[in-house]
């Protein structure tokens, strides 16, 4: 079934809650009289921050909130949602196994590094080693082939109550997807990332494709603390999420604890990169004055139609894409790979764009020619050493990436097209520009992905790939 574009938009109603709720709480720092105050008020601390003063509490109390905001102690007190946060990811999962020994099983599919001239770092000698990558998502199958070495297992940890980092739902896993673009191993097997060699620590935050802001913002917080502190140790962040807040029905407080703990992670040295969503939107859009006076009887009598529907996209904010100091990636892909086309800067058809938040553009894949006629056609690519990949043509120009397979599959592969996809292959250039410049700020690597992308669109910058579509070969010069 094709991708519908639509948009699912979470509404903040105040309400007095019937069962147990969760709330994100800032304060000016965070120390016992805070967690005092919370259990005064008639809730339990379940996760704080000292540095940033951020902290997730429990309360069944009904006035809980009102209690807390009475103290004057607390500058934000948001009843936290769950909500889909996982972007919507098309994905067609293959029944076949990379368990031939030789080169990259599926190179002669992966045209993402011939896009990004990932063979251009690597021959420089710049593969990731020594950068350390948190992948906040669903989680990561640690066991898979090409990501068994990759992942720091002693660091990983969930944020989801009763999950390990290492668990998901089904079997294809949007975190372990996301890993493998980033950096499954040059082993000889399977596929391999744009850094094959950083190491990944799996930092779950989500389950089933839904999550709260009190599992994320304690995930962007514990990856961005440095190992001395107990945190992870991260030099990027990777978030493939999309969750849209209504700025307009009370989503503020929780929009604005999202961005301090992104800033938190700049102000650590580590950088967050973010898809841009799927939604097909444009996200530079400002928010357009209301006519007060719309609606309204006219001077010779006529009525004027009601105030018109405001666009979804200018009443909603997309988390983390427009979160704080991170960065939002746009996708690209091409159309009709297996015919040959290598277009792989073509804007993918579903990703959201826009002036002032997409930082650069990155291949994501595309699925243009699902329902034609030609992309139901069978096209074959070689495997290494033998043997040939076999599928419907349109499928082609979507991202190869390692998955959870089913019962013990450790070496099982799918693809997926989303700014998901294009927002890890960001994540993995940028390991390879911090092994290049290991003492680079994340603004200076910003600076050093929108310098040495190539300038696509108009000229300049431009609303579908901001400041270029990267340059890995480029980027580490």
Known sequence: MRFRVSIAVVVLVVSIPLFAADYVLVADGWNPSRSEAVAAAGGTVTYSHAATGIAVASSDDPAFADRLNGTGAFSIVAQDVHTRMQARTQVVELEESAVTPGNETFVHVQWVHRAVNAQAAWDAGYTGRGVRIA?????????????????????????????????????????????????????????????????????????????????????????????????????????????????????????????????????????????????????????????????????????????????????VVFLPAESGSGIAVSATGPVGYGFGATDFRRPAFYTNYGEGVVWVSAPGGDFSLEETPQGQQLCSFPRVPSGMTTQRCWIFDMILSSTRGSGASTGTYSYGAGTSMAAGVVSGVAALVKQAKPNATPAQLKTILARTADDEGRRGTDQFHGHGFVNAGRAVE
């Open 135 to 315: 992948v906040l998502d669903g989680g990561i199958h640690d066991r898979h082939i090409d990501l068994r070495d990759r992942v720091d297992t002693a660091l990983s940890k969930s944020f989801v109550p009763g999950q390990p980092y290492n668990a998901d739902t089904g079997t294809f896993w949007h975190g372990t997807h996301v890993a493998g673009v980033i950096a499954a191993s040059d082993n000889n097997i399977g596929a391999i990332g744009i850094a094959p060699e950083a190491t990944l620590i799996a930092v779950k935050i989500l389950h089933d494709g839904g999550g709260e802001f009190g599992w994320a913002i304690p995930g962007i917080l514990y990856a961005a603390d440095p190992i001395s502190e107990g945190g992870a140790g991260a030099d990027i962040i990777n978030m493939s999420l999309e969750a849209h807040i209504n700025r307009k029905g009370g989503g503020g407080p929780l929009v604005s604890a999202m961005a301090k703990a992104v800033n938190y992670a700049k102000s650590r040295g580590v950088l967050v990169i973010s898809a841009a969503g799927n939604d097909a939107l444009d996200l530079g859009q400002p928010e357009e004055p209301v006519d007060e006076h719309e609606g309204e009887e006219g001077e010779e009598g006529e009525e004027h139609e009601g105030e018109p529907e405001e666009p979804l996209h200018k009443s």
